[in-house]
């Protein structure tokens, strides 16, 4: 099996739903899949996956804050660090958007804490306008034919493999091999996600300019 780019990715799963009827659905079997890697996946026991995040994901933009409420960067799916670039740097706390509201001031001062929901929302209105920096996962660019690979492909093949395959579940009704392909799946993503946490406790993380591709 060899899944090193979108033609041979598409050309596997067409082998493995054998449905010749199929053919022409498979690149929506990959959106469907592209999709639901950008959410957290609850299991039946409560358990929750975590979105795919991986460390190539990373993008470094620089950010003015100058309102309680700055746009989101195109592409977040999740903030990593957001960091005034005062003297000396100022780092902020990320919380929920409860917890915003429990510690909302309606006083001017330099941010100390901030959520993302529609926008950036910061727990103090600016006193000034602060130059600052978000570093955060950005969105991996699509398959297609004309960006054939990207860094999941690359490092788990097997999670846009399954993912695809259990995508086609309407399509295939009560066949068996959809409750397997979708075990395959969420073990794809179990096992990214730990690797994930190992990488993030083994020292600093270098992230890329925004709009920069490794």
């Keep these: 099996m060899s899944l090193e780019s979108y033609s041979a990715l598409k050309t596997e799963i067409a082998n493995h739903l054998d449905r010749s009827d199929l053919t022409s659905d498979i690149d929506t079997f990959i959106d469907i899949c592209e999709a639901r890697n950008k959410r957290e996946l609850r299991l039946a026991d409560g358990s929750v996956i975590p979105p795919v995040l991986l460390n190539d994901m990373l993008t470094r933009t620089s950010l003015t804050v100058n309102a309680r409420h700055v746009s989101v960067p195109a592409g977040l799916i999740q903030a990593k660090h957001l960091r005034l670039l005062t003297s000396p ?3 902020l706390t990320e919380v929920s958007a409860f917890e915003m509201s429990r510690i909302r001031t309606e006083t001017n001062g330099k941010p100390e ?3 993302v929901h529609a926008d950036i929302e910061f727990n103090k209105a600016p006193d000034a ?3 600052g920096e978000i570093i955060y996962y950005d969105t991996l ?4 034919d004309s960006n054939t690979t990207n860094a999941l ?3 788990a093949p097997d999670v846009y493999l399954y993912g695809a395959l259990a995508a086609a579940e309407p399509f295939l009704m009560h066949d068996e091999r959809v409750a397997i392909w979708n075990g ?3 073990d794809g993503r179990t096992g990214l996600a730990g690797t994930q946490r190992r990488r993030n ?3 600093p993380l270098f992230s890329r300019v925004a709009g920069a591709r490794p």
């Design 89 to 91: 740097v100022t780092v």
């Design 113 to 115: 804490f901030f959520t």
């Design 129 to 131: 306008s602060y130059s």
């Design 141 to 144: 660019t699509a398959l297609s």
């Design 153 to 155: 492909l690359d490092e």
């Design 184 to 186: 395959l799946y969420v």
């Design 201 to 203: 406790k083994t020292g």
